[in-house]
Every structure is written in C-alpha cells, then in structure tokens.
C-alpha cells in the first residue's frame, strides 16, 4: 500500500504571506499515461472536504489562482502565494494511483 | 447544481449492521465512479470504497473488506454502503463524494457526510 506524508502537520501563517505544504509518497505517483496522482483538498473548520488541486497541478474549478499545486514521482508540494483568512483549516494531500487509494495525514493551517 | 446528500447515520452496537445512503442530483450519476470517505473523530480522512460508473467494479479499503458492500442504484441516483459487523473504530462522519472522470480521478463534489456512532 501507497503511505502519504505530509508536512508540516501544523502551519500558522500571517495573511498576505505566502505558505507552503510538503506531500511525500512511498511510492511514485506518476502514472504510463502522464499524470500524477495526487490530490490536494482543504477541509474549512465545520465542513466537507472540498477539492484544490488534482493529478498533481491542476486547479479545480472556482479555486482562487493563489493556490498552486507542483512536483512529480513521490514528492509534491501545495504552495498558496498570498495567505487569507478564508484558507484556514486542514489541508490533505491524497493519492489515487493505487488502490487502496490513501490521505495524508493532514496539516491544519491557522492565523 | 451538483448535490450529494448522505443519510442512515446512527448508534449501532458493536456487531450491528447499517445502511447508509447517498442521494445525487444535478448530475447523471451513472457516468460517474462514486466514493466513501470517512473521518473518525478528531481524525484525518480515510479512503472506504470506490465503486465503478456502472457497479462492475468496487474496491475496499482493507479495514473493512469483507464486512462493508459498496454499491449502487442510478436508476435511483443512490448510492449506499452496506455496512456489517461494525467495531468500534468504524466510529466516524461518513462521506459519498463524486468522481468527475477515472482519468483524472478527483473527488469534485462531497456530501455533508453522515455519522456512525458504533457504541454499547
């Protein structure tokens, strides 16, 4: 089975300063066919997870264009370029390469 | 739009069995594969199940093959998860979450989840 890490586990940030997140997986995400898979999603205190980024550097639909997602094979990183309040809560990475697919463990970011 | 609602969510004494439920709407859900995620309480997200457009194909995860059963009725637009023999540590906010395409594989779209409180 695919183990994710991720660091740090915990992030304060300032808002307007930039943060980042680390993801790392026991095995390489990059699949034949190009892509990585690997997922980034935000889960705001009090709701459901909601998707950021997917295989590895796409933004979703209506995600704000400070979010960045970057890397390939076993080591990613979710970059946010400018902190806002509105990003606070806790960030996962995931891969769906092999299943069973598998979370990190997650890293709760506040002000 | 897209909407995904869970329901089934209980108390259930250890070795019992429940249903959950997921109701789509605002989307075909027989072009979609279809996830369950749970959370444990004060926990990080885990992986459950997946099952296939169609239902041809479901995966467990290995914490609970063999006692959960994924599965589906698009003429229904429904989506459940069988759940048998529960222990304690099934304890957690269920999850039905839309795959938008097997290529890609993201998870666009999640209920507001339902809880399984498994306890004596």
């Known amino acids: 089975d695919i183990v994710m890490t991720q660091s740090p586990l915990s992030l304060p940030v300032t808002p307007g300063e930039p943060a980042s997140i680390s993801c790392r997986s026991s095995?390489?995400?990059?699949?034949?066919?190009?892509?990585?898979?690997l997922g980034w999603y935000l889960q705001k205190p009090g709701q459901s997870p909601q998707l950021l980024i997917y295989?590895?550097?796409n933004r979703a639909s209506g995600v704000p264009d400070r979010f960045s997602g970057s890397g390939s094979g076993r080591n990613y990183t979710l970059k946010i370029s400018r902190v806002e309040a509105e990003d606070v809560g806790v960030y996962y990475c995931?891969?769906?390469?092999?299943?069973?697919?598998?979370f990190g463990p997650g890293t709760k970011v506040d002000i | 739009q897209v909407q995904l609602a869970e329901s089934g969510g209980g108390v259930v004494q250890p070795g019992g069995s429940l249903r959950l439920s997921c109701a789509a709407s605002g989307f075909t859900l027989s072009k979609h594969g279809m996830y369950w995620v749970r959370q444990a309480p004060g926990k990080g997200l885990e992986w459950v199940a997946l099952?296939?457009?169609?239902?041809?194909?479901?995966y467990y995860a290995d914490s609970v093959r063999g006692r959960f059963t994924v599965s589906r009725d698009n003429s229904k637009n429904t989506l459940y998860l069988q759940m048998n023999s529960l222990r304690a540590e099934d304890t957690a906010v269920y999850y039905c979450a839309r795959e938008y395409d097997w290529k890609t594989r993201r998870l666009d779209y999640w209920g507001q989840g339902t809880l399984v409180t498994v306890s004596s």
């Open positions: 295989v590895g550097s």
């Open positions: 095995q390489s995400l990059l699949d034949s066919n190009g892509y990585n898979y």
């Open positions: 099952i296939w457009y169609d239902g041809s194909n479901k």
């Open positions: 995931m891969q769906s390469l092999q299943i069973p697919f598998s």
